[in-house]
């Protein structure tokens, strides 16, 4: 039974410290537009949304720039290849993708890349927006170049070249890029308005506002602001060291980046991961085996390149850690630069969605403040 709290959503009986914390987003720590949805067992629980787009409300519709939440939805849909068989992920890449076995490559394997290990996190040659628009320069490049360390044997983050490296696993065993796959298996059938990109009548999306204080100029926490730069910005395709800013044009946003510019709203990234673990009108995404391998730690620690900020990762998800729980042990999912966050966990089949239109930094806590009232709920 659900319980209408306000005209900006709903909450059931129970899950009202997660409503609390939302409130306190706005109130308390700099929120402007976002939004907040929790389903459990297979049924919706939390609904929320409020504040502005710039232009007007923010709607239950409005959709927005999830950065790195792309990453979980793309790992979901070679997860769900790799279920019909059309792909294994302890083969090699080159098994699938024979000019990617080139440089030292050709032992890599699918899991290890979904796990940030080839060593290829940005582009050597430098790459335009009509090179990344076109898809087959950017992994025609990826496959040539020598990684940065012997693949397998050490991980760093690939914040947005992993997109067509597993984007083009995807293709080379199933015939769809991850925005067709998205399309077609998972946004249709669960009716989400969930898409790579946008194009030009996309009137439901809301363009990222001023980032909140102190915020930092990437994603990533590398020293080295050329190297900052050329991971963020896919060398020289757009300004990597202000991603926020080039999130909101159509250098970023008018083709597909399948580690980078999915847009959705929180609501239809709950729903998804709620499909991972739970029927949703009839619909599951993955099997609970599937599940329970996926989210076995494959990367942890000091990465090759960068500070160890805590994280964990399985095949394609982040992982829960100290530094960020979800819903506690055996969460599995994935955040996004500025605040964004969508995750499952496979007990109490639990998935929650949360979006915001001011980006935050390093000290950002609303989204983990969501998560720790959720878990009070549960």
């Given at each position: 039974?659900?319980?209408l709290?306000?005209t900006?959503?709903?909450?059931a009986k129970?899950?009202?410290?997660?409503a609390d914390?939302?409130?306190?987003?706005?109130a308390?720590?700099?929120d402007?537009?976002?939004?907040c949805t929790?389903?459990?067992?297979?049924?919706?629980?939390?609904d929320?949304?409020g504040g502005?787009?710039?232009?007007?409300p923010?709607?239950?519709?409005t959709r927005?720039?999830?950065f790195?939440?792309?990453?979980?939805?793309?790992?979901v849909?070679?997860l769900?290849?790799?279920?019909?068989g059309?792909?294994?992920?302890?083969?090699?890449?080159?098994?699938?993708?024979?000019?990617?076995g080139e440089q030292?490559?050709?032992?890599?394997t699918?899991r290890?890349?979904?796990?940030?290990r080839?060593?290829?996190i940005?582009?050597d040659e430098?790459?335009t927006?009509?090179e990344?628009r076109?898809w087959?320069p950017v992994t025609d490049?990826?496959a040539?170049?020598?990684?940065?360390?012997?693949?397998g044997?050490?991980?760093?983050y690939?914040?947005?070249?992993?997109?067509?490296?597993?984007?083009?696993?995807l293709?080379?065993t199933t015939?769809?890029?991850p925005?067709?796959w998205l399309?077609?298996r998972?946004?249709?059938?669960l009716?989400?308005s969930?898409?790579?990109?946008?194009g030009?009548t996309?009137?439901d999306?809301?363009?990222l506002g001023?980032p909140?204080?102190?915020?930092p100029?990437?994603?990533?926490a590398?020293?080295?602001?050329?190297?900052?730069?050329r991971?963020?910005?896919?060398n020289?395709?757009f300004?990597?060291?202000?991603i926020f800013a080039?999130?909101?044009?159509p250098?970023?946003?008018s083709?597909?980046?399948?580690?980078?510019?999915?847009?959705?709203?929180?609501h239809d990234?709950a729903?998804?991961?709620?499909?991972?673990?739970?029927?949703v009108d009839?619909?599951?995404?993955?099997r609970?085996d599937?599940?329970?391998?996926?989210r076995?730690?494959v990367?942890?620690?000091?990465?090759?390149?960068?500070?160890d900020a805590?994280?964990?990762w399985?095949?394609?998800?982040?992982?829960?850690?100290?530094t960020r729980?979800m819903?506690?042990e055996g969460?599995?999912g994935h955040?996004?630069?500025?605040?964004q966050?969508?995750?499952?966990?496979l007990?109490?089949e639990?998935?929650?969605?949360?979006q915001t239109l001011r980006?935050g930094?390093?000290s950002?806590?609303?989204a983990?403040e969501?998560?720790?009232a959720l878990?009070?709920?549960?």
């Amino acid at each position: 039974m659900m319980t209408l709290i306000s005209t900006d959503g709903y909450v059931a009986k129970g899950f009202g410290k997660v409503a609390d914390a939302f409130a306190e987003n706005f109130a308390e720590r700099g929120d402007t537009g976002a939004a907040c949805t929790v389903y459990v067992d297979g049924e919706l629980v939390v609904d929320l949304w409020g504040g502005s787009t710039g232009s007007g409300p923010f709607t239950r519709n409005t959709r927005s720039v999830m950065f790195s939440v792309s990453k979980g939805i793309t790992a979901v849909c070679l997860l769900m290849a790799a279920e019909e068989g059309l792909l294994e992920l302890d083969a090699p890449v080159a098994q699938y993708w024979p000019e990617f076995g080139e440089q030292g490559k050709e032992r890599l394997t699918v899991r290890q890349l979904l796990a940030h290990r080839a060593g290829l996190i940005a582009p050597d040659e430098t790459m335009t927006v009509e090179e990344l628009r076109a898809w087959f320069p950017v992994t025609d490049a990826l496959a040539r170049q020598e990684p940065l360390w012997q693949p397998g044997t050490a991980f760093a983050y690939h914040a947005l070249t992993i997109g067509w490296l597993a984007g083009e696993v995807l293709r080379r065993t199933t015939g769809k890029r991850p925005s067709e796959w998205l399309r077609d298996r998972v946004a249709g059938p669960l009716g989400l308005s969930m898409t790579f990109g946008i194009g030009a009548t996309d009137a439901d999306f809301a363009p990222l506002g001023e980032p909140l204080p102190s915020t930092p100029p990437a994603a990533v926490a590398i020293p080295d602001l050329d190297l900052i730069e050329r991971v963020m910005g896919m060398n020289g395709a757009f300004d990597g060291l202000d991603i926020f800013a080039s999130a909101n044009g159509p250098e970023f946003l008018s083709y597909e980046i399948a580690a980078g510019n999915l847009v959705s709203s929180a609501h239809d990234l709950a729903r998804a991961y709620a499909a991972t673990v739970s029927d949703v009108d009839g619909i599951r995404l993955l099997r609970p085996d599937t599940i329970r391998d996926a989210r076995l730690p494959v990367s942890a620690g000091a990465p090759f390149v960068g500070v160890d900020a805590g994280h964990r990762w399985g095949t394609g998800f982040m992982l829960n850690s100290a530094t960020r729980q979800m819903a506690g042990e055996g969460s599995f999912g994935h955040d996004g630069a500025g605040g964004q966050l969508g995750f499952a966990r496979l007990e109490g089949e639990v998935a929650l969605g949360y979006q915001t239109l001011r980006p935050g930094g390093e000290s950002d806590t609303r989204a983990e403040e969501l998560c720790r009232a959720l878990r009070h709920c549960l």
